[in-house]
């Protein structure tokens, strides 16, 4: 997809802060520091569209940018390990779900995984909770560039096999070398259409 802009829009903790909800709209959802923020820099081709930390938990808003004036990605707060209050954790939750439930544009989400971990009953919770409210989801996991070739072949079926998924369905992504991002594209664009 070639990219002509890419607007942060607003940051917003309950429906009456959404935007205007009048462009399809992708979401995307991980854990805490698997690298979402990244990955939507990496797809519109920009450094810093998206704020990026080291420090897991950076991202407590739901977050919105409008692409080339026809769709909308949602940068959704990360789920697990975070270094925030106990309190604001709690809020996530339900801030999340009501997004999830409420927005009538939402396509689909990309769920985030780390390929170096293996995935927990949360993405296994998240995945059949998007499917009983049929929200169609994008598997991508991250940092593949991080672990041997050798390597990422078993990981990806070792996920595979706790998701119960087929191992095609995962689409492994690097931000440092781009492997991925045409793939990443083709399934959101699938879904905006």
């Known amino acids: 997809m070639i990219i002509k802009s890419a607007e942060f829009v607003t940051s917003a903790v309950q429906p009456?802060?959404?935007?205007?909800?009048?462009?399809?709209?992708?979401?995307?959802?991980?854990r805490s520091n698997v690298g979402k923020s990244s990955l939507i820099n990496t797809l519109v081709n920009r450094k810093r569209l998206v704020k990026t930390s080291s420090t897991p938990g950076r991202t407590q808003l739901i977050n919105f940018f409008v692409i080339n004036d026809s769709f909308t990605f949602v940068d959704l707060p990360g789920?697990?390990?975070?270094?925030?209050?106990?309190?604001?954790?709690?809020?996530?939750?339900?801030?999340?779900?009501?997004?999830?439930l409420t927005r009538k544009?939402?396509?689909?989400?990309?769920?985030?995984?780390?390929?170096?971990?293996?995935?927990?009953?949360?993405?296994?919770n998240f995945i059949d909770w998007f499917s009983s409210f049929n929200?169609?989801?994008v598997l991508v996991t991250t940092k593949v560039d991080k672990i041997a070739k050798t390597k990422l072949i078993k990981q990806r079926i070792a996920i595979a096999k706790e998701l119960f998924v087929d191992?095609?369905?995962?689409?492994?992504?690097?931000?440092?070398?781009?492997?991925?991002?045409?793939?990443?594209?083709?399934?959101?664009?699938?879904?905006i259409i």
């Open 167 to 191: 191992k095609n369905a995962l689409i492994p992504f690097s931000i440092k070398t781009r492997q991925g991002k045409d793939e990443v594209w083709s399934a959101v664009e699938k879904l």
């Open 79 to 100: 789920y697990g390990y975070a270094k925030v209050p106990l309190s604001v954790k709690k809020k996530w939750g339900p801030m999340i779900e009501t997004f999830l």
């Open 105 to 124: 544009t939402l396509k689909g989400v990309v769920l985030i995984m780390d390929i170096r971990r293996t995935p927990g009953i949360e993405e296994r």
């Open 135 to 137: 929200i169609l989801t």
């Open 16 to 30: 009456s802060q959404y935007p205007p909800s009048d462009l399809p709209e992708i979401a995307f959802a991980g």
